[in-house]
C-alpha cells in the first residue's frame, strides 16, 4: 500500500490544477511533504500556494506544502503565470467557472508543453 508521502512528490506538476479544484472544495485543503524532487523547477510551493490568493481565497504556505480555503465560488482576478505552463493552464480553466473575469499573464509558456491547449479548452468553453 503506498504512503501519501511516496505519492505527493510526484504529484508536483499536478499542484496548481489541485489548487484551483481546493479553491472550491468545502472546507480547508491540506498538501503536506511537498517539496519538489531534485532536477525539477526549482520554484518554491509558495508560488502555488499564490495562486488562490491571486483570485481571492485564503491560502497559506509552508515549508513542505499549503492550506487552501475552499469557496463556493471562485472569484476573479489578475494571475501571473510566472512562466509557469502548469499555473496558465490551471488558471484558464478556473476562469471558465468564476464568477468574475480571470486575467491569466503569460499564457505563451503553454504552447511548448500542451500546443493544443487553449483550442481544446475553447471547445470545452463552448458546451
Do not use: W, Y
Request: hydrophobic fraction near 40%; aromatic fraction near 4%.
Amino acid at each position: 500500500m503506498s504512503h501519501f508521502r511516496d505519492v505527493v512528490p510526484r504529484a508536483i506538476d499536478e499542484f496548481p490544477a489541485i489548487c484551483v479544484a481546493a479553491a472550491r472544495a468545502e472546507g480547508v485543503t491540506t498538501i503536506r511533504d511537498a517539496r519538489e524532487p531534485a532536477g525539477k523547477r526549482n520554484r518554491p510551493n509558495n508560488c502555488h500556494c499564490r495562486q488562490p490568493q491571486d483570485i481571492g481565497h485564503q491560502s497559506t504556505g509552508r515549508e513542505d506544502g499549503m492550506d487552501i480555503t475552499g469557496s463556493d465560488q471562485l472569484l476573479g482576478g489578475s494571475v501571473d503565470s510566472r512562466g509557469d505552463h502548469r499555473i496558465a493552464m490551471s488558471m484558464s480553466v478556473a476562469a471558465l467557472v468564476a464568477a468574475t473575469e480571470i486575467s491569466v499573464v503569460d499564457i505563451g509558456c503553454v504552447a511548448t508543453s500542451f500546443p493544443t491547449f487553449f483550442p481544446l479548452l475553447e471547445k470545452v468553453a463552448s458546451r
